[in-house]
């Protein structure tokens, strides 16, 4: 069975940072790109991030390029963002998917930017 | 960047209706779409890739049509269990975006 649990979320202040990891399980992690997605309170899907399965190809939304960093390591079947510089409106449930499109989505996780 | 827009942002309908939802891309994309259904409080769910292929376990029911810029989904029968937010997403090249969404209610 398929599984993503994404962790790391939590209160920051603007202006900081938080690093997100996604733990995958029940499939060859190594051989599919995966994605991160976010959704603000009462908001839609906005597509954040793309990383290909050997990390050669990597593609940001511009609302976040040059602050957050996609990464894997395919030999611990993890996916990562680090958040740098973080904005009130990067307030969301940060999920990861595996795929493009998404076919298995994790639970989310919570990040709040707040002063 | 190719924009998403979906027709309509919220609809009603009664049991056992047909119920299409529009998504149009600003260029073409060929069939390099998909559909996800999110209930209220879940995580979203693939309904529908390459613009009409159902994943296993999605009920027959949904249905998804088109190519280029303009693409359907229909729900053939509406169930309760339908009630959802549905969102369209280009994935043919970055970004990725996806529609604003609509939201179906019984």
């Known amino acids: 069975e398929v599984q993503l649990v994404e962790s790391g979320g939590g209160l920051v202040q603007p202006g900081g940072s938080l690093r997100l990891s996604c733990a995958a399980s029940?499939?060859?992690?190594?051989?599919?790109?995966m994605i991160w997605v976010r959704q603000a309170p009462g908001k839609g899907l906005v597509w954040v991030s793309y990383?290909?399965?050997?990390?050669?190809?990597?593609y940001y939304a511009d609302s976040v390029k040059g602050r957050f960093t996609i990464s894997r390591d395919n030999a611990k079947n993890s996916l990562y963002l680090q958040m740098n510089s973080l904005r009130v409106e990067d307030t969301a449930v940060y999920y990861c998917?595996?795929?493009?499109?998404?076919?298995?989505w994790g639970p989310g996780t919570l990040v709040t930017v707040s002063s | 960047d190719i924009q998403m827009t979906q027709s309509p942002s919220s609809l009603s309908a009664s049991v056992g209706d047909r119920v299409t939802i529009t998504c149009r891309a600003s260029?073409?994309?060929?069939?390099?779409l998909a559909w996800y259904q999110q209930k209220s409080g879940k995580v979203p769910k693939l309904l529908i890739y390459?613009?009409?292929t159902l994943p296993s376990g999605v009920p027959s029911r949904f249905t998804g049509s088109g190519s280029g810029t303009d693409f359907t989904l229909t729900i053939i029968s509406l169930q309760p269990e339908d009630v959802a937010t549905y969102y369209c997403?280009?994935?043919?090249?970055?970004?990725?975006?996806f529609g604003p969404g609509t939201k179906v209610n019984i």
């Open positions: 998917a595996m795929g493009l499109p998404g076919a298995y």
């Open positions: 029940g499939f060859t992690f190594g051989t599919f790109s």
């Open positions: 990383i290909s399965s050997s990390s050669s190809t990597i």
């Open positions: 260029q073409g994309i060929s069939n390099y």
């Open positions: 390459a613009a009409s």
């Open positions: 997403q280009k994935y043919n090249s970055a970004p990725f975006t």
